[in-house]
């Protein structure tokens, strides 16, 4: 039976809103929103959608980087939604996090072997058990030991971001909160990325929560997917399911949008279903349900009731009306869920993504 080692329940983070001269608050930024997911451990949870959907405010309110609103965070089954010192000591020995770009998540001041020490300094780690753990950490992230008296400026970008890992993971935590670790780098680059990603976890046994927009990263590199929009999940269930099968318009708008090289990736594609409009502002959020000013679904009931995560059939959990058996006698029209390809377990790109890996220099 699978061990859940991160548990986020209805979590919420709102950040205030003031004006005047005597800076009031007049109102709040709804970040997160009832925002409720697991992981089990050596899993991988991809969390996915637009920019501004608040997905980074959910991965640094579970480190703590944000102090939760509301809700319950959970890791290996202890409550640290607000914790203590003692606590927030041990998360960050466990809970590591590395950051969309690379340049500015290193010192330009100092030398990648300084680096990576420092977490291992910070914790006490003895001199020459350091030295020799740096060694081992780069030749797990494919860099020698040339370029431990290099710095930032002397590196390409995927260089880079294999020094933030190599770091992130010194300390050997249980969890690594990877926030669009691969956006900032060359397409060929990130799949070596998204390769090294995968090689550490089956070596080391790591969890990962994955956030990113690339959705053409996600299909073979997570075991469950949820998809946010305006600071709520919107849809969650098995990566293939969610992505072979979307339920929610918002999630097949998404998919229907990612460019393919390949027949056999169009036929994965739901029929296009393009968005209209801008996602709404987290201080304004529409009644009812939130993605129905771009929906082409919306009924009267979608702007005054606010749906509640529906089972569809034993596929993913899924926030909308038309799933939801009071309410779907008011849909003319429907999404088409049929699967447009069989669902396997295996990809002949050898699960690292739609890329190919490739040797070619970074």
């Known amino acids: 039976m699978s061990e859940t080692l991160l548990a986020v329940d209805d979590l919420e983070k709102y950040f205030p809103v003031k004006s005047g001269v005597l ?49 319950t965070v959970w890791f290996d089954g202890e409550d640290v939604t607000h914790p203590s010192e003692e606590q927030l000591d041990e998360m960050r020995d466990r809970i590591q996090m590395v950051f969309q770009d690379p340049t500015s998540s290193l010192n330009p001041r100092r030398t990648v072997g300084t680096s990576i020490e420092v977490p291992m300094q910070v914790r006490g780690v003895p001199a020459p058990e350091r ?42 935590p249980d969890l690594l909160l990877l926030d669009e670790p691969t956006s900032a780098l060359d397409v060929s680059v990130q799949a070596k990325i998204i390769g ?80 209209e409009g801008e996602i709404p502002s987290p201080r304004d959020v529409p009644s009812g349900c939130r993605f129905r000013t771009r929906c082409p679904y919306e009924t009267a009931t979608c702007e005054t009731v606010e749906p509640a995560f529906t089972d569809t059939d034993g596929g993913p959990l899924v926030r909308c009306h038309v799933y939801d058996e009071n309410y779907a006698d008011e849909f003319d029209e429907v999404p088409d869920v049929g699967a447009t390809a069989a669902v396997d ?12 890996v490739t040797s070619d220099g970074e």
């Open 23 to 71: 800076k009031r608050t007049t109102g709040h930024v709804k970040a997160v929103d009832g925002v409720s997911f697991q992981i089990d451990r050596g899993e991988t949870m991809a969390l996915i959608g637009e920019s501004g959907s608040g997905k980074s405010t959910v991965a640094k309110t579970i480190v703590g980087l944000h102090e939760a609103t509301g809700g």
């Open 131 to 172: 030295q020799e753990r740096i060694s081992e950490l780069l030749d797990l992230v494919e860099l020698n030991d040339e370029y431990l008296y290099k710095y930032p400026h002397e590196l390409s970008g995927g260089q880079k971001q294999r020094i933030n890992i190599a770091r992130a993971i010194s300390i050997e």
């Open 196 to 275: 090294l990603l995968e090689d550490l976890q089956r070596e080391l046994d790591l969890t990962y929560l994955f956030i990113t927009h690339d959705l053409s990263l996600v299909r073979n590199f997570a075991d469950e997917t949820a998809v946010m929009y305006l600071g709520q999940i919107q849809e969650k269930g098995p990566t293939r399911e969610v992505f072979h099968r979307p339920r929610h318009p918002y999630s097949r708008a998404l998919l229907s949008a990612i460019p393919v090289t390949s027949e056999e990736e169009e036929s994965y594609k739901p029929r296009h279903e393009p968005l």
């Open 345 to 356: 377990d295996t990809s002949s790109d050898g699960g690292s993504g739609q890329f190919a």
